[in-house]
T-cell receptor
Framework: DAGVTQSPTHLIKTRGQQVTLRCSPKSGHDTVSWYQQALGQGPQFIFQYYEEEERQRGNFPDRFSGHQFPNYSSELNVNALLLGDSALYLC???????????????FGEGSRLTVL | AQKITQTQPGMFVQEKEAVTLDCTYD???????LFWYKQPSSGEMIFLIYQGSYDQQNATEGRYSLNFQKARKSANLVISASHLGDSAMYFC?????????????????FGQGTILTVHP
């Protein structure tokens, strides 16, 4: 049973460019959340997708957008990249009805973005 | 707003010894969940243990136990019999459980983390 998979694992962009990160959730999961983790910091919630809609959003600008597909996979898009966007981007999947219980999230290994 | 504080940037422990990682939290929500995650150098966040705010007993999962003191708003992680493989970053996190309809959206608020180093 494959866990959460993310691609690409590493990428380098320059300021002003755009990037798309991809996530496939764990089998049976229907909810995908994205987190940004700067070096030496804890992850920060970006947004969550359920039923192909953004259900909840953290304190991130509109340059950060996302999408969820009918197969529950998700993309995170960041436009007009800034140096401060350099971070590890983590995708976490869960089963919506499970969230009211332990709320365990299954995380991928992340996509490490470097903006030069 | 929810807030998690981990005051220990780094901790060292001898192999086979026990270690406690501190976590305090702040929330006005009546119902919440507390989590500990381990993050090795690979980057993946690995779920360790969960404690609900209304759980009467402290959670335990194998070598991991959570020392939950609700009045003090603390949720310390205790790792017994440390292994070399326990060396990693450890994060305490919190989630609000109070959404109507029994469905919580699952947003986690994380602390800054504690780097644990296990010496042989």
């Amino acid at each position: 049973d494959a866990g959460v998979t993310q691609s690409p694992t590493h990428l380098i962009k320059t300021r002003g460019q755009q990037v798309t990160l991809r996530c496939s959730p764990k089998s049976g999961h229907d909810t995908v959340s994205w987190y940004q983790q700067a070096l030496g910091q804890g992850p920060q919630f970006i947004f969550q997708y359920y039923e192909e809609e953004e259900r909840q959003r953290g304190n991130f600008p509109d340059r950060f957008s996302g999408h969820q597909f009918p197969n529950y996979s998700s993309e995170l898009n960041v436009n007009a990249l800034l140096l401060g966007d350099s971070a590890l981007y983590l995708c976490a999947s869960s089963w919506d009805r499970g969230l009211k219980n332990t709320g365990e999230l299954f995380f991928g290994e992340g996509s490490r973005l470097t903006v030069l | 707003a929810q807030k998690i504080t981990q005051t220990q940037p780094g901790m060292f422990v001898q192999e086979k010894e026990a270690v406690t990682l501190d976590c305090t939290y702040d929330t006005s929500d009546p119902s919440y969940g507390l989590f500990w995650y381990k993050q090795p150098s690979s980057g993946e966040m690995i779920f360790l243990i969960y404690q609900g705010s209304y759980d009467q007993q402290n959670a335990t999962e194998g070598r991991y136990s959570l020392n939950f003191q609700k009045a003090r708003k603390s949720a310390n992680l205790v790792i017994s019999a440390s292994h070399l493989g326990d060396s990693a970053m450890y994060f305490c996190a919190m989630r609000d459980l109070a959404n109507a309809g029994g469905t919580s959206y699952g947003k986690l608020t994380f602390g800054q983390g504690t780097i644990l180093t296990v010496h042989p």
